[in-house]
């Protein structure tokens, strides 16, 4: 039987003369933390500080014993970041250049000294570089000539923090005979019967063994024999349960188990949870352009996504509990879909285990963003590779339902000035249009692929179109006002968002001892984006006074714009289903503490944003709208499986509380669809005085006519109660999206609700974790809400 010896223990980093104890897996900059060479570099403005790590070579240590009797030891990686060479006792065994990868080495009977020395991934990109030529990039930094994470150098919401080390697992695998070396699973479902066809690759020691196979799952056994490098098996299994994405019925996994054989003895083993589903993505033309709809067991779908980013820019140091607990937040917002972003990496095996488990559909991006990729050798060869390992590892995993490309370099050859520069040179086309779907196709047809986010579908339509496709929508953030989303109906809007700075909390630990501001040395440090600043303050300006000297009232109206801005998003587009069948916000996660897209920030604390997600990706949603002609009408959207019906109650009613028009309507929207309600004449509110409350069933829409800045809003009067959950408000005026910051009580405390709008009267309570010294004024000082403009 196959042994494993880890190999995680041991290992030191040179520095200089010294030996440094080493952390494996993990990266050289969490080691020379450990040993306070340098400072936290996720703190205040140290990341400059610690800038020549990632110019530097390094080298890790231990040594290799080998003591098995059996007949051959293979050294396995499951990932180096990035170019190494590794030897033992001087002696080298290879050469390396891609993190995307695992390696593996024939070590049998060595022993000795084993070195990884990895060179600096600037001083190998730059080479690369030099060779095969400057391709234009949306960043300056060398990224796309080597094979590792690239907003490792930085990104516009990254710190540039280039790491080296062994970021994976290490371990030696003995064995004789043979050795299980790759397993396919191909899981489908036909005609309501689970079918599972395992594609097996074994290496051999003894080329003339004979070698049985032996698979099982849910009861159905599978048996073959095999004289070469390679056999299949088909398993049946009638009437499995179904797995679903999260909101329309189970997760049901099955262990599926398999057994390399000689004689009687078993050799090696591999199992893994699968579920049964269909996937298919359809893009068919219709009246309205090109679809873009994902399919799971027969159901259409409108994904509820978010995007992911590296949750941590040392991506060694997320555990599976961390990965666990990030993914069950995005459950909590009511998300379905979990796009992995192609400036980041293919994640472990962690990740796409949790999303099994939680119901999450995984959209994998192949790592390609925001770049020209030049498809010369090395590169070319390390793309394939590391394509074909992934694709297969993966594939196992229900939740993954999407092979994507890259991230808009499609969309950059075509609009960002790229295809006139390029003068014919390669830019990465042939691995998007070629390659990657070759691949796909060849290990696992059971998965769609889409070239590219944004793509059209083809060259016929301009790579953004938001017509066909995928569409990237960002002119609104960057230059124009939330309501800009309201323009069109993307058909699948799988990239758009709003920043916010993250949780005061968050922000007193990475800027210790400085004097908050906007534009306060630390706070623009952790800006990483492009007049990110000045983006916030024209995006807050269309809608509030924008508060000069007064940081905290700056902190919760940007971070109440966000959520506002997203909301604009969602649910304009969603109303629009079945045009439109997603909206992927930029971006749930954060990878260090920073102003950003996210959703939750880099210490883990919830934005408001957050929380504005659970209502807006929740199965039934209500909210006002434009219709054609310009009147105001209710669209109920309803993603259940039963249809919707409910007394819809509208009132007309001034800031200061008075109902000046009411009326009870019937609400109906069928199952998984869009009802609508025309707001009748004489309940439209108009002017700063005046808005539209609209409530069905529990759930609650308001809509103002003017602006924030132009309402009349009243001073805002509640009073505050402590009741075992937490606070209870009770509002005695208006008070327009109320919001505790609950980590201004104590760092460790939650909040279970985000903002909140009270008429006159009315009271809500707001759940509270993690408060150890509760106390109503306290929370008082943490509760924010929409003041008058004076
Ligand atoms: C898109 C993404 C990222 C970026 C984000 C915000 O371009 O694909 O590259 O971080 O917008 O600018």
């Known amino acids: 039987m196959l042994e494993v010896t880890p190999l995680g223990e041991g290992w030191t980093l040179r520095h200089g003369s010294d030996r440094l104890p080493a952390t494996v897996p993990g990266c050289v900059h969490t080691d020379l ?28 240590e231990r040594l290799l014993g080998d003591s098995s009797a059996q007949e051959q030891t293979d050294l396995v990686f499951d990932g180096l970041d990035t170019v190494a060479e590794v030897s033992l006792d001087g002696r ?12 593996r080495f024939d070590v049998t009977g060595l022993t000795g000294r084993l070195a990884v020395r990895f060179v600096s991934a600037y001083a190998e990109a730059e080479a690369v570089r030099e060779r095969l030529g400057e391709r234009p990039a949306a960043y300056a930094e060398p990224y796309p000539y080597l094979r590792k994470m690239a907003c490792s150098f930085g990104w516009d919401w990254g710190p540039t923090l280039v790491t080296a ?35 097996v690759d074994v290496e051999r020691t003894r080329v003339e063994a004979p070698l049985v196979l032996e698979a099982s799952v849910a009861g159905a056994r599978a048996r073959t024999e095999i004289r070469g490098t390679g056999g299949t098996l088909r398993l049946r299994v009638p009437d ?33 949870r699968i579920g049964f589903r269909t996937v298919e993505l359809d893009r068919r033309p219709d009246a309205h352009g090109t679809g873009f709809t994902l399919v799971v067991n027969g159901e259409r779908l409108f994904a509820r996504g978010v995007n992911w980013i590296p949750d941590d820019v040392f991506p060694s140091r997320i555990t599976r509990a961390r990965y666990r607990e990030r993914l069950e937040q995005a459950a909590a917002a009511g998300v379905d879909l979990v796009r992995v972003w192609g400036g980041g990496i293919y994640e472990s095996e962690d990740f796409y285990d949790a999303c099994d488990a939680l119901g999450l559909l995984v959209w994998q991006d192949f790592p390609f963003a925001c770049a020209a990729y030049p498809e010369e050798q090395p590169l070319r060869g390390e793309v394939e590779a590391e394509a074909r390992e992934n694709v297969v590892r993966l594939m196992p995993h229900p939740s993954l339902v999407l092979w994507n490309g890259n991230n808009e370099n499609l969309w950059g050859f075509r609009d960002w000035g790229w295809e006139p520069r390029l003068a014919g040179e390669s830019w990465g086309e042939g691995y998007y249009l070629g390659l990657l779907p070759r691949v796909v196709a060849e290990l696992d047809p059971t998965r769609p692929y889409t070239a590219g986010s944004p793509w059209s579908g083809s060259w016929r339509h301009h790579p953004n179109d938001p017509a066909h496709g995928t569409h990237h929508s960002w002119e609104v953030w960057n230059r124009e006002d939330y309501a800009g989303y309201r323009r069109g109906v993307p058909r699948f809007v799988a990239e758009f968002g709003w920043q916010a700075p993250p949780a005061h909390a968050t922000l007193r630990r990475a800027l210790p001892g400085e004097e908050l501001a906007p534009d306060s040395p630390g706070m623009l440090h952790h800006q990483k984006a492009d007049d990110g600043n000045g983006k916030l303050e024209r995006g807050l300006a269309r809608h509030f006074a924008v508060p000069d000297g007064d940081f905290d009232r700056w902190h919760y109206l940007t971070q109440l714009n966000q959520a506002r801005a997203v909301a604009a998003g969602i649910e304009h587009w969603r109303s629009h289903w079945p045009v439109c069948a997603g909206t992927v916000v930029w971006q749930l996660n954060d990878c260090w503490p920073v102003t950003s897209w996210a959703a939750i920030d880099g210490d883990g604390r919830e934005k ?58 019937p609400l109906a929207a069928g199952a998984r669809s869009v009802g609508r309600v025309g707001v009748p004449d004489g309940l439209t509110p108009a002017g700063p005085e005046e808005f539209l409350v609209a409530d069905a069933d529990g759930l609650r829409a308001v809509h103002f006519p003017v602006p924030d800045r132009e309402v009349a809003y009243p001073d805002p009067q509640f009073e505050v109660a402590l009741v075992p959950e937490g606070i209870r408000v009770t509002a005695r005026t208006l008070v327009r999206d109320l919001l505790l910051q609950a980590d201004r009580l104590d760092p460790g405390a939650r909040a279970d609700r985000g903002l909140v709008t009270l008429l006159p009267g009315e009271e809500v309570t707001i759940g509270v974790r993690g408060w150890k010294t509760p106390d109503a004024e306290r929370a008082r000082s943490a509760l924010y809400c929409v003041e008058p403009t004076r």
């Open 33 to 60: 933390m450990a040993a306070g060479v340098i400072p936290d570099p996720f703190l205040g403005r140290n990341e400059t500080e610690v800038a020549w790590v990632g110019r530097r070579d390094w080298t890790y």
């Open 92 to 103: 080298p065994l290879g050469t390396v250049r891609n993190m995307h990868r695992s390696h």
């Open 165 to 199: 080390g062994i970021w994976r697992p290490v371990r030696l695998e003995h064995w004789s005979t043979a050795r299980i070396a790759r397993v396919r699973p191909l899981v489908t479902v036909e005609e309501g019967t689970g079918v599972v066809e395992l594609a």
């Open 240 to 272: 499995p349960q179904l797995w679903w994405p999260r909101g329309y019925g189970g997760q049901p996994l099955y262990e599926l188990q398999l057994t390399l054989l000689h004689g009687d003895e078993a050799l090696d083993g591999w199992r893994r």
């Open 608 to 665: 408001p944003l957050f929380h504005e997600l659970k209502r807006l990706y929740a199965d039934r949603l209500l909210t006002v709208r434009e219709a054609a002609d310009g009147r105001l009408e209710l669209a109920a959207v309803n993603q259940a499986a039963g249809d919707w019906t409910a007394a819809l109650t509208l009132r007309r009613m001034s800031v200061e509380g008075k109902v000046l028009g009411r009326r009870e309507l």
